[in-house]
């Protein structure tokens, strides 16, 4: 993967305490969009992606939470089962 692509992220977490809990929502809000309680989507390169995990490192305690980042392939298979709390009128323009 080039460094400089800009791809999807799924970014996913799990953290312990409600104050940091907010504190890597807020973090993540400003870089993507939610897709579901405790995941967001991003589109960042690999490096853009380092910089947002460095944020989010400096927040979570790393002994109780867990944050993880995953990249979306190019033609992803989805399936959805239940309410989807993503707008289906919403949509992810790249730029």
């Known amino acids: 993967m080039s460094h ?6 799924l970014v996913c977490y799990d953290i312990s ?3 940091r809990l907010i504190r890597v ?3 993540l ?3 993507g969009v939610p897709v579901q ?15 947002v995990m460095a944020k989010l ?5 790393p002994d109780g939470d867990d944050v993880r980042a995953y990249p979306v392939p190019e033609q992803p298979w989805k399936i959805t089962i239940g ?11 790249e730029t």
């Open 57 to 61: 490192a400096s927040i979570i305690d």
């Open 17 to 19: 305490d409600p104050k």
């Open 83 to 93: 309410a989807d709390l993503i707008p289906k009128d919403l949509w992810i323009i």
């Open 29 to 31: 809000k400003k870089e």
């Open 4 to 9: 400089n692509k800009r791809i999807h992220w």
């Open 37 to 51: 309680y405790s995941v967001f989507m991003l589109h960042a390169t690999q490096s853009g992606m380092t910089l």
């Open 25 to 27: 929502h807020r973090c």
